[in-house]
């Protein structure tokens, strides 16, 4: 892997060969007559990198290398080395001092306000990178990359709205649709849900709805809304369709899900059970998920889930070797209830303790269900572990 050392001797001569290049057409046309001064220049340039005096030697080839079109991709070198060192004022240096430059073709002017606005964005100075970058949305060029730019500042600060009409000018350039603008409506709903204004909330949730991604989001906080106003059934509906469309989600869902049938009326608790037994009959496999959520979301009133959570006790292999499994299974059915109860609430802070979601795209773990990882920055890829660490019990 390139070293530090490894970009700055690369830099450097980048440096040295631009200098080569005009020192070599310099002197054909002045007769092979070396402008004065250049060598001494030269040789206390090189006789620094040798003694490992690097930042001295770039601020002298940073002197020697006069701007013109053969020695301008040096200094955008130069400043990029600078970024990538961290020295992010060295780099500021170096483009401020290409922008003041009159001879700059259009081109070029582009190039070294993308690499200042580079330099600001690494140097944490949003509104400035976020200026020059809009000064090229309509550039030849760098418009793509200056709008990708723009939608990363937009996503770190939360400007939901900014971050809607860059991506849709992304899109007209390069005619693809993202998911991102379905989730950028969502943070709008979900900032609207939270401060009460449940009108402005469901237009967002609307434009949302229109791509098959934003749609799972928009049920979710559709079904929250509901459920806030004590319309049950509706809030019952969306919650259910969140399960059918990712059965990931069904820890995340079932404890609202069961709190909307208990309010429903008398029998609400009967019609959840049932629901849920349906699940279980239609997808065997689903038990363990039911399991999972019921013994996180403590959903012990629940007959058909109290019975999946002793199932799930009783067959797994890890808790066979830490609890007679063999004496629960034989002890009457109130003291079996009590000791599996108290398994689950040893299983649940053993949840609760470590990360319930995960990152499919790069790994990053979280407590709570984000939309957006803070890790490698994508959408829609942080899902529910569904799962306890049991092998943490074992010695």
């Known amino acids: 892997m390139p ?55 770039l601020e002298l080839f940073i002197q020697l290398a006069k701007v013109d ?77 200056a709008l990708e730019k723009l939608i990363d500042i937009y996503e770190r600060e939360k400007e939901w709205e900014k971050a809607i009409e860059a991506q849709h000018l992304l899109e007209r350039r390069t005619g693809e649709r993202s998911p991102r603008v379905s989730h950028y409506h969502c943070e709008l709903a979900e900032e609207a849900r939270l401060r009460g204004d449940t009108a402005a909330a469901r237009e967002q949730l609307r434009h949302a709805a229109s791509t098959e991604s934003g749609r799972l989001r928009a049920s979710l906080i559709g079904a929250a809304i509901a459920k806030s106003e004590q319309r049950h059934a509706e ?10 469309s990712d059965r990931r989600l069904i820890a995340e869902v079932l404890p609202d899900l069961l709190e909307c049938h208990e309010r429903a009326g008398p029998s609400g608790i009967e019609r959840f059970d049932a629901y849920v037994a349906r699940l279980a009959e239609k997808q065997p496999e689903l038990e363990r998920e039911l399991a999972y959520a019921a013994i996180v979301g403590e959903l012990v009133q629940s007959k058909t889930l109290a019975r999946c959570i002793e199932s799930f006790v009783l067959s797994n292999e890890i808790l066979a070797n830490l609890v007679d499994v063999d004496e629960l ?33 790069c790994g990053y ?26 092998e943490a019990l074992v010695p």
């Open 329 to 361: 299974r034989g002890a009457d059915p109130a003291r079996r209830e009590r000791a599996v109860r108290r398994i689950a609430t040893a299983l649940r802070r053993l949840a609760l303790a470590s990360a319930r979601y995960r990152c499919t795209n």
């Open 69 to 145: 079109d053969e020695t301008l991709e040096t200094h955008f070198a130069l400043g990029h080395l600078f970024r990538r060192r961290g020295e992010v004022d060295r780099a500021i240096r170096v483009h401020q001092n290409l922008l003041a430059r009159p001879s700059l073709s259009e081109a070029q002017r582009h190039q070294a306000l993308f690499a200042l606005a580079e330099d600001y964005l690494g140097a944490g100075l949003f509104d400035r990178a976020e200026t020059l970058f809009s000064e090229l949305k309509s550039s030849e060029t760098l418009a793509q990359q």
């Open 235 to 244: 809030a019952i509906k969306l919650y259910e369709q969140v399960i059918e």
């Open 365 to 390: 773990s979280s407590r709570r269900l984000i939309w957006h990882c803070p890790s490698c920055k994508q959408w829609e890829t942080v899902r529910p572990i569904q799962g306890i660490n049991l």
């Open 3 to 57: 070293t530090e050392a490894t970009f700055v001797l690369a830099a450097i001569l980048i440096v040295f060969a631009g200098l080569g290049w005009a020192y070599d057409r310099l002197s054909r046309e002045r007769d092979n007559a070396p402008p004065p001064g250049i060598n001494a220049d030269y040789f206390r340039g090189l006789n620094l990198v040798l003694n490992r005096k690097t930042d001295e030697a």
